[in-house]
Every structure is written in C-alpha cells, then in structure tokens.
C-alpha cells in the first residue's frame, strides 16, 4: 500500500495540474481581475480564510489513528466521531443568528480560539476531555461554514460596494486553493506525524499556529460588521414551508440527506480499512483530496460551451458512482478477503463523485430555494443528514470490527441507491425546467467535506 500510495497521488497530482494549466491558458483575462481595489480586497480575506482551512485540513488525516493511539476500541471512537456530527449540527442550526448578533470578526477570532482549544485536548488521553474536544471542534466547523463567507459578502456589497456579480469570482477561487489547501495538508501532517517521527498528535499541535495567525489577523486587518438577524423559529416555519410546498426542494433535501450522510460514514471508515495495510494516512488523505479537485475540474470542463452537460446529469453521474463504490467496497473489505488497493481505487472514486457532486448540489439549491429561505431549507437538511450518520455509526457497525465494516458498506450501498432513486425522481420533475440549465461555462464556489 505504500508505493501504491504514493504512485496513485503523484498520478493525480499530474492530471490536475494538467487540467489547471489548460484552464488558465484557455480563460481570457476577465473585469475582476484587473481591478486593483478588489484584488487588495480579495487578499486581506484570503490571507486569514485560507489559514483557517489550512488548519482545519491539516487535522483531517490523523484523527481516527490518534483515538486509535490512545488504545480506544473502535466503539468508543464512534461515540466521539457522534459526539462531534452531533455539535455541529446543534451549533450549526444556530450558527448564523450567533454570528449576525456577535459580529462576523468576532465569530471568527471565537473560532481561532475554539478550534485551538479543540486541539489541546487532542493531546489528553481522557475520554471525557476528548469528547469536549469534539463538542468545541463542531462548534468551530459551524462557524467557519457561516462566519468568514458572511464577513466577506458584507463587506464586498455594503462596504466597498463592488458588484455583487464579483462575489462568484471570490468563492470559486477560493474553492480551487481550498483543494490545494487539502493536498498540501495531507502532506504536511505525513510528514509531521511519520516522517519526524512525531506521532499522530503533532499535526493538532502543528495547527495551533495556524489557528493563532487567522484570529490575529482577522482582529487586526477586518473590520466589524454585522447583520439584522431574523428569528430562528421564522427562519425554520420559512424553510419548513419551503420544504414542504415545492417537491423539488423535497427531492434535493432527500438527496443531500442519503449522500452526505454515506460520506460521513466513508470519513469515518476509511483509516480502518486502509491503516492496516500500511497506508501512509496523510498521502492517503492528498489523494482524495487530489481525486475531489478532479473531480471538480472535470464538472467545470462538462458544464462549459463545448460539452454543455447539465448540473443535473452530473449528479446522476456523482449517484452512481458512489453506489458502484460502496458496492465494491462490500467484496473489497470481505473479512478474509480484504484488497485494500480495491478498496483504495473505491475511495477515490467516492471522491472524484465528491467533486462532482458538491458544484452539482450548490447550483441546483441556488436555482431551486429562494433566497429568503436558503438559511431556514439548510437548516431541515442538515438535521436528517446528521441522523442519519450518527445511526450508522451506532447502530449500524458490529460489534465484530471486520464483519461490521462489511455490513456498513453493505447498509450504506442501500441507502445511496435510495439516493439514485431520488436523483430518477428529480430528473423527472424538472427535465423540462429551463431555470436548471447552465447557458455558460461555471465555476461553481464550493468546499470539500472531507
């Protein structure tokens, strides 16, 4: 597994670079650009959001083998794996109003101080303190999903009154260097963990810096700002209305549910499969995140003039491929019969839908739920989303570590085909809307999950 590891993230290195440099020499020199204002702009929000994401990734790769370490049984790892699904969704419900009511620079230096909290426990081998930890890193993933990107559109609008049509510009390059961001994560914590020799807890440690600059940053560069904020109970009854009255956003809501949720497991999933066989975790964690970015430029080059597929039939695409992986994953995790570079080749490709299916998703949801309401519909997503993961992990993993890794993926190869069938659902409500067609090349802002 190791040169397999190593030769698979090379190969994907070069296809994305290959697909990048073709973009750029193909993509005429564009307004924004050129507007020194904004690119000044630009810089001071992506100097303290992208060592926000740095950190955040850099923790990604050695989570699971760090619990590990500290000798706890795959059970109790599930427990502080809810733990944490459980926070975000709780703060994640109410993340925007104390975000508008706090203020945005504040949320983010409250994040800066969380998240590193969150990594000093990491170096406690209570279970108690661990799960603390959990609780305060969902606090964290919650406001950095709601408070940079709030910060910076009121800024971009009110403030500094650039066009709002900028704001896509903004997000979609920082969608590319948040993969590149990942890849270079993945490596950082190798080498920090293996290659020093240092162990699974020194990339926690490694982030703290991190996490110490963006709130610095942010306190010393941003300004404040802040937002009227709208009830919660209004925002829900609005969404749930939403929900409830238009069956496309029914089917969405279903579609994001059943998917995510399978992604969750497959975090959770992929270092027991793969430690064993001697994967290096943080080259491991590049190739998916190379594998995503893929994944992201193949939809980008689908979705222009020259293919003109549409976001709805690369998700039908991203569906299936999920469920031939987790199909897959059932016989290459066969107790007695385990391929792990099956099982590997599988999990790349769950990422590679990944990058199909996040621009996918975010063009359909934008196109589909009104403005007004986007808050209040997220919000009745992540619920069933966080359920429905939270259960896997506990329900669903036997007691038995290598049958119950089989039975998951068994489960979750049923549930994404529910999924299918949701995605055959929507495509025939609105084969014949015009509104969910792209008429021009996209590059849609979106952030990987993993």
């Not at 969380?114 to 969902?138: E, I, M, N, P």
């Not at 490694?206 to 009227?228: Q, V």
């Not at 990058?355 to 992540?382: C, D």
Request: with cysteine.
């Amino acid at each position: 597994m190791l040169v397999t590891a190593y030769l698979v993230f090379v190969v994907l290195l070069a296809f994305c670079l290959g697909l990048e440099l073709s973009r750029c020499r193909a993509k005429p020199p564009g307004r924004v650009c050129s507007n020194p204002s904004f690119l000044r702009f630009q810089l001071d929000f992506y100097q303290v959001y992208f060592l926000a994401l740095a950190a955040d990734w850099l923790q990604a790769p050695y989570l699971y083998k760090l619990y590990q370490h500290y000798h706890f049984l795959e059970g109790q790892i599930a427990i502080l794996y809810v733990c944490g699904l459980a926070s975000t969704v709780l703060f994640g419900l109410v993340s925007s109003s104390l975000v508008d009511w706090l203020g945005r620079k504040k949320s983010c230096v409250l994040f800066s101080l969380t998240y590193s909290l969150c990594c000093l426990t990491k170096l406690s081998q209570d279970y108690f303190v661990l799960l603390v930890g959990r609780a305060l890193g969902g606090l964290s993933t919650a406001l950095l999903f709601s408070a940079f990107e709030a910060w910076y559109v009121h800024e971009h609008v009110e403030r500094h009154d650039f066009p709002a049509e900028w704001i896509p510009a903004t997000f979609a390059r920082a969608a590319f260097w948040n993969h590149v961001l990942a890849i270079a994560a993945g490596v950082a914590a190798e080498a920090v963990a293996c290659w020093m020799g240092l162990g699974p807890v020194a990339p926690f440690v490694a982030a703290i810096p991190l996490l110490a600059l963006t709130g610095a940053f942010a306190l010393y560069s941003w300004g404040e700002n802040y937002d009227r904020q709208r009830a919660f109970s209004r925002t829900c009854a609005g969404g749930l209305r939403c929900l409830l009255s238009d069956r496309r956003v029914l089917l969405l809501g279903t579609i994001q549910a059943l998917f995510e949720s399978v992604i969750y497991i497959f975090v959770f999933l992929w270092t027991p499969v793969l430690d064993p066989h001697g994967a290096p975790l943080g080259i491991v964690f590049s190739s998916f995140m190379a594998a995503s970015l893929l994944g992201s430029s193949l939809y980008r080059i689908a979705t222009s003039k020259r293919y003109h597929l549409q976001p709805m039939h690369l998700l039908s695409l991203a569906v299936l491929i999920v469920v031939f992986s987790l199909f897959m994953l059932t016989f290459s995790t066969s107790p007695g019969q385990e391929s792990p570079a099956e099982s590997f080749i599988a999990f790349l490709l769950i990422e590679l839908a990944c990058g199909l299916y996040f621009p996918s998703m975010s063009f359909l949801r934008r196109k589909v739920i009104p403005e007004t309401e986007q808050a209040g519909v997220l919000n009745w997503f992540r619920v069933p989303l966080h359920l429905l993961a939270c259960l896997g992990l506990l329900v669903l993993h036997d007691s038995d570590r290598k049958m119950g890794t089989q039975n998951m993926f068994s489960i979750c190869s049923a549930v994404m085909v529910m999924a299918l069938l949701a995605v055959v659902g929507l495509f025939t409500v609105v084969r014949h809307d015009a509104e969910l067609r792209v008429s021009s090349p996209t590059g849609e802002p979106y952030a990987p999950e993993l």
